[in-house]
């Protein structure tokens, strides 16, 4: 943990609860606006910090092959068949058939944005696949 932050578990408790917060906050604002760009930034701004501490941690280069715990070349193999496997979803539902029958991913977006919670949903899970890619 860095040295500015106070010891013990009560930040890890209180994280989800400031993640909700802020993803409401987040989903208040209007598409494109400076104001949805400075709070997005702000989220990459705690992503690269969180992933730079936690290297500084663990003391080991970013690259080489002893960059990762054993076991991670096998979880990166699964990502990749993941990404792929949702990337070819995508390229096939937009060139196959109108949107209402086979959706894109944006599509489905499109509609959860349309009102507050759902927004802060999408934020929030998106938040959550960040920690849980990087932040562990």
Same mark, same amino acid.
């Given at each position: 943990?860095?040295?500015? &932050?106070?010891?013990?578990?009560? &930040?890890?408790?209180?994280?989800?609860?400031?993640?909700?917060?802020?993803?409401?906050?987040?989903?208040?604002?209007?598409? !494109?606006?400076?104001?949805?760009?400075?709070?997005?930034?702000?989220?990459?701004?705690?992503?690269?910090?969180?992933?730079?501490?936690?290297?500084?941690?663990?003391?080991?280069? &970013?690259?080489?092959?002893?960059?990762?715990?054993?076991?991670?070349?096998?979880?990166?193999?699964?990502?990749?068949?993941?990404?792929?496997?949702?990337?070819?979803?995508?390229?096939?539902?937009?060139?196959?058939?109108?949107?209402?029958?086979?959706?894109?991913?944006?599509?489905?977006?499109?509609?959860?944005?349309?009102?507050?919670?759902?927004?802060?949903?999408?934020? !929030?899970?998106?938040?959550? &696949?960040?920690?849980?890619? !990087?932040?562990?």
């Amino acid at each position: 943990m860095p040295r500015w &932050l106070p010891p013990g578990r009560g &930040l890890i408790k209180a994280a989800p609860a400031a993640a909700l917060a802020y993803s409401w906050w987040l989903a208040g604002t209007r598409p !494109f606006s400076w104001e949805a760009g400075a709070l997005t930034v702000v989220v990459y701004a705690a992503a690269v910090l969180l992933l730079v501490t936690r290297r500084k941690q663990a003391r080991r280069p &970013l690259d080489g092959p002893a960059a990762g715990p054993p076991g991670t070349l096998p979880r990166l193999r699964a990502w990749l068949v993941a990404g792929t496997a949702v990337l070819s979803w995508e390229l096939v539902t937009l060139l196959s058939s109108p949107r209402r029958v086979w959706p894109t991913l944006s599509s489905l977006y499109d509609v959860l944005a349309l009102h507050r919670p759902g927004k802060a949903a999408v934020v !929030f899970c998106w938040m959550a &696949l960040g920690y849980g890619l !990087f932040g562990r």
